[in-house]
């Protein structure tokens, strides 16, 4: 097996500064081989990047010191990493001799409240998993509404990303749903910051990739939880359709029956159907996909309901898809458990652990692509691009989100339509496999370029400062003047090339 190579960016001394043994703090360093090695991996298993020593919190105040430490002392130079899971792909979490701050280690508690202006609410940890918030909140009949597909990451860090899922569209992304959270800036102060104290803050650390502090406790919007789900497949030959459908769907409007989760997957002779579809559904499958040329697509529809709402929901679903135009008898329903739903991500890795397929190479693409650009797409890139490498692994994701639900004051980006999609290529590959798939996706990036389809990566990996630049576009100058603000000795996420790169 070949390992991948660490990146040729980092250049490691392996020396922290004597200073650093002093501090309250010491005690919770580690700097061992199986430490520094852990530290030094992604869920991308694409870079490596060593670090000098890795922290394991004690408390709040202890990541503070620390950052404080490091603000104080310019003349240090050190680099601070804060690492939930570390489900990036190109060592956005790591800090290249500098200190990896685990911050799973902190234990806090998950505090449910209600008040009069926000309702009900979570108080939850930066360190929280997402499939703890949803198991506490579930014991009081209460929920987040706007959810990510895979619900093993922590809060700080899907709203230093933004969070999206099939919810999106109606609730808008996870960063859409946060009402107020402490941070510690890149000067080691501890700050609660809202939409009104402290509102620069607030909105430049939404989606701000982890470059202006590091997220302790995040106040999470909350509703009624549903029990289960009506849980609908419907398969398509043409792309129009298909889009056409989709955006019907998300276009909500009062007094409208309203799915609460919408989603699309292309499926190829390579995609594995899962367990969703019964023996008999994937022997019908794929010689609809061999006779649509090798690629027929996937609307993923989901309703709630409750032992109120139980008796009105097939009605419910008769009308969502009323008027759609999927292919006659290639329409699948299934129900189930909002836990089993929402948590369905973990029961394939569970699956994919145990045939040693998980801790691989994962060279993923994630775009927002415009939705007037996306018909060029499908031909450009779908057909002329995938089905001809023949190469894809794992989903391939596409599903369109209301542009309307996102906060523009807010870090993240997004492509600049009302309506925008979301297309993830999720590849995993072997260890010495991986090449092809960047060639791929760099193939991808090319024509959109070429062909002036203005798209926006999620999840941004780039190495120069141009290219940053240019990712942010309109926000670049707000960017960095937050980040002078907050981190202005560029001590946080060195992982992300931001303010490190040339």
Known sequence: MTFVLASPLCVKSNHLPPQVFELSIAGELRSDPESIDAASRDYGNIVREFPSAVMDPLSVRDVRTLVSFVYGNGSVGLTLAARGRAHSVRGQAMACDGIVINMTRLVTPVNVSWSRSLGHYADVGGQELWIDVLKETLRLGLSPVSWTDYLYLTVGGTLSNAGIGGQAFRYGPQISNVHEMDVITGKGELVTCSKEDNPELFYAVLGGLGQFGIITRARIALDRAPTRVKWIRMLYTNFSDFSRDQEHLISSQEGMTVPDYVEGLLLMHETQLDDYYSAADRARIMPLITENGGLVYSIELIKYYNE?????????VKILLEGLNYVPEFAFERDASYVEFLDRVHTA??????????????????????????????????KNIVLKNNITTGPLLVYPMNRNKWNDQMSAVTADEDVFYTVAFLHSSGFDQWQPFDAQNEEVIRFCKDNN?????????????????NHFGSKWDTFRKRKLMFDPKNTLSPGQRIFNSQ
């Open 453 to 469: 389809i203005k798209i926006k990566q999620y999840l941004p990996h780039y190495t120069s400062r141009a290219h940053w630049a």
């Open 349 to 382: 890795e569970l699956e994919l652990q145990s045939q040693g397929l998980w801790n691989v190479p994962h060279p993923w693409l994630n775009l927002f692509v415009p939705s007037s650009r996306m018909a060029d797409f499908d031909v450009g890139v779908f």
């Open 308 to 316: 109120r709402t139980k008796s009105s929901v097939d009605l419910d």
